[in-house]
Each structure stands twice: as structure tokens, then as C-alpha cells.
């Protein structure tokens, strides 16, 4: 394979290294950028307006600058921050594929965008019948009955489907206190837990990567709700034995949460609903091209079995018999989750890249997701440590363990070096389970050609050690002083010692 | 089909004998036979980019927007202007396509941006350090909770009525799984009624509240300091550019709905939910956090920071869940109250203000329209109709407005009114005329 830069972003122009002044050292007084419509209403004054008890006497001090001064700050900024429109950003179990334009433009419709979410269903039918479908979508790819759209973002649907889980069993007349966590589990997992009000039991990966069935069996009891898994895990390997693990977990009476992180690598190979799930997060923001927008905006629906469907979140939007679409809310509803209707744009976003790549397409999706992965590590092999070699998924995890000890060049090392040669680093440190982990996660939308060149980058930096504690040194600002930021907390501008 | 994916049918087979396999479905060996779908999915064959906007626009044609709709319903979310300037940068690439800034010699731009957001939020809440968002307004008054009540050991949370009653869902919701005694404090006169006695961890207080009316915090400060509670204020970012900020009257956390800054109506989200609390607290703030330091060769750089409050190191016993936020949103919100500035935000909120007060006072002189209360009202108001308010929305659709929010039976009925500095007054005197037909 020949490598080319069609993800490598080494030529993006950078003017200087000087740092870029905040917004609020651009100030100058009596400066402005706001204009307002002319509406010829009564100009009364604040005193008019507002009773004396509560009237302020200035507004609070935000920043004075000129729409010009505006938009150049946020334009440098925007040219010291690495994108996935910019180069491959391979960052595992964060599944950063390319964002469809068509999906931007279908979200920013007026007739999307202009509707109060207040609006009665009457007025509102386009959405509705875009949310029922897209829910429908949802139901259709995971195996699974109803959906909530509601949850807006990953960890939100964990705590949802915990939610679910607590009133299922409470209707059951069970009390149970414990769900049970592998050890390679996203941290989100066990903070959810603790909020839907129960206790987090971890069970060990066994020497395969996967679930270790036996202590799976010795931690299950009559106390526990149920189990979240992410298949594939963490490491990006299929859990073999779930239709095992799914049969043991409901013997006790215990539910299966499906963690959809990874839901990428199966789409329309296999689905967790025939796997025997019973809860479901999906993150439209990795599997759906949602844009992750710098940490966020994303969306976490949560899709259920129909044992679990009367509990979910109201309002849903459904088709009724008169041919209109309408909210309902299911009788046993463990309530709101969202001020409204979820992040409906967001949502808007994954029902076009579902449209647009339909069934077959979606299958697609998984089919190079896999062969990437599969295909990079064969190609590191022999020059990172692949602490589980064997066929994976959408991603794998390398380690630098052997390079630590031969040349002290750790997994943070490595991903300051991949910086300067013109790609995002991987994810590292995690899982918790492997020293110095590379999590490795290409998705389906970089070329071979792409693949060659950050394997040509990792190859080069493995058998080039020497300077990469210095690394990056081509980027806006080199490494940062992440204990002094702790240590000296200065958490806004206002905050800064006096110089 | 696939539209995205770049193989082409000679790389796919290149890159399958390099691994030694003969299809694609070897792939998924690891994936018992069984479980592997025979069918595919049962989902319809993919579309050209023209067919999807051709269906999108289908979809979106389906609502009746603010093109044809004149917007005077309020309730948490508000017609506000978005500048081209806001949008324009918002929508930048870089910012839309960025992960969380986990490399954050990459990402100086989102981080920077998120560091001057919140020093505006403190700014304009008037308490000293803020988050890098939250999802929503409910999210953030979750959030708020689960801190008060860690701080001070206390699970009782006395929560006003004044606050949006979907939001106290969302609490309510959450609270199955905290185990947080939720006691609602009823309004009288439009304000909220707090009891003299009895202990609590959190005072909750929504400022101006959900009926619009302007609550007295030093009345809520009272009830916190006498019930041991820390002081919860949900507030109105727009209505701070004219009344006193919430830590002014000593609010320990302040928490709110940040749509109103550059983000568009769509249907209730994505929204921004604001958060913000006194320096003391900040070792159990929820969420990001971004800090000031340097790097290697002393230049200014930003990171997130005070990290082992959170879930991905914390695990079972980090501050809260969240690990996606609302950065985008964020960012915009930063954007737009730079473009606002001091002047414009009180601009602004005297736009809103008086609007709102030429349409109160012109609908409460139509016969069937009356006072939900005698409370002082500043960018949102609510009237009693003896036309149930469900049915003056649905025939003033008719009319081309969306007349206002239904309120529900813990307030009587009526309806919620609010006015943006979007609408003029020959819209709000047609407003009115049509409410005058409708209220009969």
C-alpha cells in the first residue's frame, strides 16, 4: 500500500508560535458589534421596568470589542485546534469518522431549526414523524422494541437505562443492590451506577481480553440488577461467550445493559438485542457521524426490550390510529430525562446519515471499520506490543511496553510524537487494563493510502526515540504543565495572579 | 450505498490478503454463527445527497416554523436573534469536528474558547468559577443538587414550584436513583412561599421563576442559611443584564438555560446547560473544567483540569457521569456574548422588557384575560383565560402565532407569555387584535 496525505495534516499552515490573547484582553470601552431589529416599541427606561430592589446599576462586564476584532479571535482559534475535517484523529473507542456535510446542511433547515419545542404535536408533525422514524431506525439496527430519544449523550443513556433497570426490578417487587462492571469497562459505566443507586461490582478480564465467565458466575447472586457491557469491549475484541454470560446474568433475574460505544463495528452484522440485551445506549455522536463539536453536542438513545418498553421515558413521539403523529407517554414512565425532547438536531443529523447510507451501507460502515482496524495492526506487529493478538474489531490496543524499556519511550511519548508528524494520537492509557496503552480505532472513512502513512508515522517514531520527550514541537504549544494547572488553579481569566 | 467509505473494491481485496482471508465476512469470525444476521438490516436501501434533502426538506416543510408562526412562547426556551457572526463561526469546522480536548497541544482553540466562556458565566452569574457546560437547563439543576447535597450531607432538597415543572420532572426522575427527598414549596402571589423551619441540603429557587415573576433572593437566602442548605439559583441569563446577579445575593451554585445566547429554537436541543458555584465547591463540580497554565517553554496554554474529579479516573466515586458535554454550544454561547458585549446584553434584556410589558398590559385590558398574580414581571409573564390555554394555542395557530405555553394544573392553568426583542409592536398589536377573537 502507498501512502499519501489525503489524513495527514502536516502542511496545514501555521504564522507563528505567539500565543492568541483572550477575548477579554481584546476589549476596548464603548466598543461594540450588537445591532438590534427596529421594532418601535414603548422605550421605557430600566427604572421604568425593573423595581429598585432588583434593578442592577451596570450590566456585568463581559467583553467590548468590534464584530471585526470577534471574528478574527474565534478564526485563530479555530487554526490551533486539530479536527477530523483537518486529518485522521484514530482516537479509540471515540469513533472520530468523517461527519457527512449533507448531514450540516440537513440539520440547519428553517423548518427545523425555527420550532419551539412547546409547539403543540398538531403543529409539529415533520418532527415528529422524523424522531418516530429514526427511533424506529434505532429499534431496527440494535434488535430491540421502543427507544427514547431523550438522553443527550452517552453517559445520560447509561444512567437512563439504569433508571429503567431499578423500576423493572422495583415492579418485580425485587430489591437488588449491585451491577456488575468488567474491568475494561469506560469509567462512565461505574459513575452511573453509583447515581442510578447502586453498588458497582468489577469483574476481571480473563487472559483473552474478554468477560471471565467463571468469576462472572462466583459474583452472581440475588442481589444483582443486572451487568453493562460494551461488545465488542474495550479492547475491541468480541465478548465469544455473551450468549452465555446473557443466559447466567437472567437466571438470577439480572438484566444485560449494552453499552453502545462500539456499536459501529456490528452495524448490520449482528445486533445486541439477538445477543440477549435488554438495555441499550447507542452514541449517534461516534456510530451516527454526529460532529462531537469540541466535547459535545452528542446523543444517547436508549433502546429496550418490550418487557422494559412501559417504563421508558416520556414523552415519545408515535403515529396513531388517525394517521397523526402524536406524544405519548408509556404508563409506567420513570419520567423526563430532558428539559425537552433530547438533542433534537443531533438526532436530525444521524436520521440523514441513515438515510444516506441506508441498510446496506450501514453494513458497509461496519465491514471497513474492521478491515481498518484488522489491517493496522498487522501492520504494527512486530513494532509496538499487541498485548492481544488476535482478529478484532473496529479498533486494538498496542503498548509500548518493550519500547519503554528499551528506550523509555512511553504510550504519552508516542502520542506528543504522532502530534508533529500530522495526526491526532490515539487514545492512551486506556483500557486500565494494559500498561502503556495505545487504543488504536481508524474508523471506515480513512483510506488505505491514509493507514500506510500513520503506520509510516508510528513506524518512524518507533525506530526514532531519541527527542520525543521534547515532542510536540511544531504545534501551537508544546507539551503542558498539566500539575500547575491543577496545583495553581486559575479557572477563568479574572482568576489570574496580578502581573 | 456506503457512501462514505473510501475503498475502493481492489483495496478491500489487497487489504483482506494481506490478513490472509478471502471475504469480508471473515472478518466477524469471532461472532458466533448464530448471532450473525442473515437478512441485514431491515432498514431501506441508502440515498443520493439530493434524495436526502429532498426528504429532509420534506420533513422540515411538515412543521409550521417561525416563518409562519410569530413566536410568544417562552418557558425555558426563546426566539432570539442569531447573528451571522455567531453562526458563522460556530459552525467552523474545526470547532464542529474536534473530540474532547484530551491532546491539548491540538486543541488550544476549543479550550481557550471554553476558558473564556467561563469567565463569562462567572461574570455574569457573579460566583467565581464555572464548568464547560452542562446538557441542558434540567441536566444542570441535577447537577446542582447532587453537589449541594454531597457538600452538605444533607438528601432533603426543597425545591420551589417557581422553578420550570419539566425540569423539576428531570430532577424528580433522578432522584429514584440518588435517593434525594424532594419537597416542593408552593408560590403564593406568584412568588415562592418558604417554610420557616426544617433542614435541607439544597434551596432551590428559579429567578425571574417559571411564571415570570422576579423572586426575592434574599428571601431564599434566609431559607437556605436557616435550613443548613446550600443555595441553588436557577436563573435567567438574559435577565442579568438588568437585575442583580444571583451571587450577589450569596448563591452558592448557579445553574440555568444558556439557549438563549446564539442557539436556535430546534426543538428543544441541543441546549447549553450553564453551571457555575463559589471556589469552595469546586473540588465536587460536575463535568470539565478548563485551567490556565504554561507550557514547556513558559508560553500561556489551557488544559482541562482538577481531572480526578472525574468519571474516566474517579470511576464509581467521581463528582458526576458526564463525559460528553455541550462544547459546541459553549463556544457559540461564548461567541455571542462577546458580540452582545456589556451594553448589548443590557440592551438586550431592555428589549425583552419592554416588550414584554407592552404586550401585558395590552392583553390584560382584553375582557377574558386577567393577572396570573401581582408579581413584578420582567421578560415573561402569565394571564388566566377562561378559554382553556390549549385551546387559544391551537386557534391562534390559525392566526399565525404560537400564542404561549399552556401552564398546568399546579398552577390553575392560564397561559405563559414571553416576548423577544425579535418582535415589534405592530406584531405584538396583531397579536393581541387575534388574541381578542380567540379569548372571547
Given amino acids: 500500500m502507498t501512502a499519501a496525505s489525503g489524513g495527514r495534516a502536516t502542511s496545514a499552515p501555521i504564522m507563528g508560535h505567539d500565543e492568541e490573547p483572550t477575548i477579554f484582553e481584546l476589549s476596548s470601552p464603548g466598543r461594540s458589534a450588537h445591532s438590534f431589529r427596529t421594532t418601535n416599541v414603548p422605550e421605557w427606561s430600566a427604572e421604568e421596568l425593573v423595581p429598585t430592589a432588583h434593578l442592577r446599576e451596570e450590566p456585568p462586564p463581559l467583553t467590548e470589542v468590534s464584530e471585526r476584532d ?31 456535510k449533507l448531514c450540516d446542511d440537513a440539520a440547519s433547515l428553517p423548518g427545523l431549526t425555527d420550532v419551539h419545542p412547546a409547539a403543540p404535536a398538531s403543529l409539529t408533525q415533520g418532527w415528529l414523524e422524523l424522531l418516530a422514524s429514526l427511533a424506529d431506525t434505532l429499534c431496527a439496527v440494535t434488535g430491540m422494541h421502543s427507544c427514547t430519544l431523550q438522553p443527550p449523550a452517552g453517559a445520560a443513556g447509561e444512567l437512563t437505562g439504569l433508571l429503567l433497570m431499578r423500576a423493572w426490578h422495583q415492579a418485580q417487587g425485587r430489591q437488588r443492590t449491585k451491577v456488575i462492571i468488567p474491568d475494561s469497562a469506560h469509567g462512565t459505566n461505574p459513575a452511573s451506577v453509583t447515581l442510578g443507586g447502586y453498588e458497582t461490582v468489577t469483574v476481571p478480564s480473563d487472559d483473552r481480553g474478554c468477560v471471565d465467565v467463571a468469576a462472572l458466575r462466583e459474583r452472581l447472586d440475588a442481589d444483582v440488577a443486572g451487568i453493562m457491557l460494551t461488545n465488542p469491549n474495550t479492547l475491541g475484541l468480541f465478548e465469544e461467550d455473551i450468549v452465555e454470560i446473557a443466559r447466567a446474568v437472567h437466571e438470577v433475574g439480572g438484566l444485560l445493559y449494552y453499552d453502545g460505544a462500539n456499536l459501529n463495528a456490528i452495524l448490520g452484522v449482528t445486533r445486541p438485542g439477538d445477543m440477549g440485551f435488554d438495555i441499550v445506549h447507542m452514541n449517534l455522536h461516534k456510530t451516527f457521524a454526529v460532529p462531537h463539536g469540541g466535547g459535545g453536542p452528542g446523543a444517547g438513545p436508549v433502546a429496550v426490550s418490550e418487557r422494559l418498553a412501559p417504563y421508558l421515558p ?45 441498510g446496506d451501507g450501514l453494513r458497509r460502515v461496519a465491514e471497513a471499520a474492521v478491515l481498518n482496524a484488522n489491517w493496522l495492526r498487522h501492520r504494527l506487529r512486530g513494532i ?7 482478529p478484532n474489531m473496529h479498533e486494538f490496543v498496542a503498548s509500548t511496553v518493550s519500547l519503554k524499556k528499551a528506550h523509555n519511550l512511553k504510550a504519552i511519548d508516542v502520542a506528543k510524537r504522532l502530534l508533529e508528524e500530522g495526526f491526532h494520537s490515539p487514545t492512551t492509557y486506556f483500557p486500565l487494563i494494559v500498561d502503556e496503552a495505545l487504543m488504536i480505532e481508524p474508523t471506515e472513512t480513512e483510506s488505505p493510502q491514509t493507514l500506510e502513512a500513520l503506520a509510516q508515522a508510528l513506524e518512524h517514531i518507533a525506530a526514532n526515540p531519541d527527542g ?32 | 450505498m456506503g457512501h462514505f467509505v473510501p475503498h475502493t473494491d481492489a483495496e478491500i481485496e489487497a487489504m483482506l490478503a494481506f490478513l490472509g482471508l478471502s471475504s469480508l465476512d471473515e472478518l466477524f469470525d469471532s461472532i458466533p454463527a448464530a448471532l450473525r444476521l442473515a437478512e441485514g438490516l431491515a432498514v431501506a436501501p441508502g440515498l443520493s445527497e439530493p434524495d436526502v434533502m429532498a426528504e429532509m426538506t420534506r420533513l422540515a416543510d411538515a412543521n409550521r416554523s417561525g416563518r409562519d408562526l410569530l413566536c410568544f412562547a417562552g418557558g425555558g426556551a426563546y426566539d432570539h436573534e442569531v447573528p451571522a457572526a455567531t453562526r458563522r463561526l460556530t459552525f467552523r469546522s474545526e470547532f464542529v469536528t474536534a473530540y474532547t480536548p484530551y491532546q491539548p497541544e491540538v486543541a488550544q482553540g476549543v479550550l481557550q474558547a471554553l476558558f473564556e466562556y467561563q469567565t463569562l458565566l462567572a461574570r455574569l452569574t457573579g460566583v467565581d468559577v464555572a464548568n464547560a457546560s452542562l446538557y441542558d437547563g434540567a441536566s444542570a439543576t441535577v447537577e446542582a443538587i447532587n453537589l449541594a447535597v454531597a457538600a452538605t450531607g444533607r438528601q432533603r432538597v426543597w425545591l420551589s414550584q417557581g422553578v420550570n415543572p419539566t425540569w423539576r420532572e428531570v430532577v424528580r426522575t433522578f432522584a429514584a436513583g440518588t435517593g434525594h427527598e ?32 422576579i423572586e426575592y433572593l434574599t428571601a431564599a437566602r434566609g431559607a437556605a442559611e436557616r435550613a443548613g442548605a446550600l443555595l441553588v439559583v436557577v436563573f435567567d441569563p438574559v435577565a442579568a443584564g438588568l437585575i442583580h446577579s444571583p451571587g450577589a445575593y450569596g448563591a452558592d451554585v448557579v445553574v440555568g438555560e444558556g439557549q438563549p445566547f446564539g442557539t436556535p429554537l430546534s426543538l428543544g436541543g441541543p441546549y447549553l446547560g450553564l453551571f457555575a458555584c463559589k471556589l469552595e465547591h469546586v473540588r465536587r463540580l460536575p463535568g470539565r473544567l478548563v485551567g490556565e497554565t504554561v507550557d514547556v517553554d513558559g508560553r500561556r496554554a489551557y488544559v482541562t483540569t482538577l481531572r480526578t474529579r472525574e468519571q474516566d479516573i474517579r470511576r464509581e466515586k467521581a463528582s458526576s457521569n458526564v463525559c460528553t458535554n455541550q462544547t459546541l454550544i459553549a463556544v457559540c454561547c461564548a461567541i455571542q456574548l462577546s458580540w452582545l458585549g456589556s451594553a448589548g446584553l443590557r440592551e438586550l434584556a431592555l428589549r425583552c422588557a419592554r416588550g414584554t410589558r407592552y404586550a401585558r398590559e395590552a ?30 394555542v391551537e386557534r391562534m395557530a390559525d392566526e399565525g402565532f404560537l400564542a404561549g405555553v399552556p401552564l398546568g394544573d399546579e398552577y390553575g392553568g392560564g397561559l405563559l407569555v414571553a416576548v423577544t426583542e425579535r418582535r415589534t409592536r405592530a406584531e405584538i398589536d396583531a397579536y393581541v387584535a387575534a388574541m381578542g377573537k380567540v379569548v372571547k
Fill in chain 1, 384 to 390: 509496538y506490543d499487541i498485548p492481544y493478538d488476535r
Fill in chain 1, 70 to 100: 470577534l471574528v478574527a479571535h474565534f478564526t485563530r482559534l479555530t487554526h490551533r485546534q486539530y479536527s477530523v475535517d483537518l486529518g485522521a484523529y484514530p482516537l479509540g473507542s471515540c469513533t472520530m469518522k468523517y461527519n457527512p
Fill in chain 2, 363 to 392: 392583553l390584560l385590558a382584553l375582557p377574558g384575560v386577567e393577572a396570573h398574580s401581582a408579581a413584578p414581571t420582567l421578560r415573561e409573564f402569565a394571564v388566566r383565560t377562561t378559554v382553556p390555554a390549549e385551546t387559544i
Fill in chain 1, 314 to 358: 416520556g414523552p415519545l413521539p408515535v403515529l396513531g390510529d388517525d394517521g397523526a403523529y402524536r406524544w405519548h407517554t408509556p404508563p409506567q414512565s420513570i419520567g423526563r430525562v430532558h428539559s425537552w425532547h433530547g438533542n433534537a438536531l443531533a438526532l436530525a443529523r444521524a436520521y440523514s446519515y441513515i438515510l444516506a447510507n441506508g
Fill in chain 1, 468 to 499: 520525543a520527550k521534547d515532542a510536540p514541537r511544531t504545534t501551537p504549544v508544546r507539551r503542558v504543565d498539566e500539575a500547575r494547572a491543577a496545583r495553581q488553579l486559575i479557572p477563568t481569566f479574572d482568576a489570574r495572579p496580578a502581573t
Fill in chain 2, 182 to 213: 424532594i419537597t416542593e414549596v408552593r408560590l403564593e402571589e406568584g412568588l415562592t412561599a418558604w417554610p420557616d423551619e426544617g433542614e435541607a441540603g439544597a434551596v432551590v429557587v428559579q429567578y425571574p421563576n417559571y411564571l415570570g415573576g
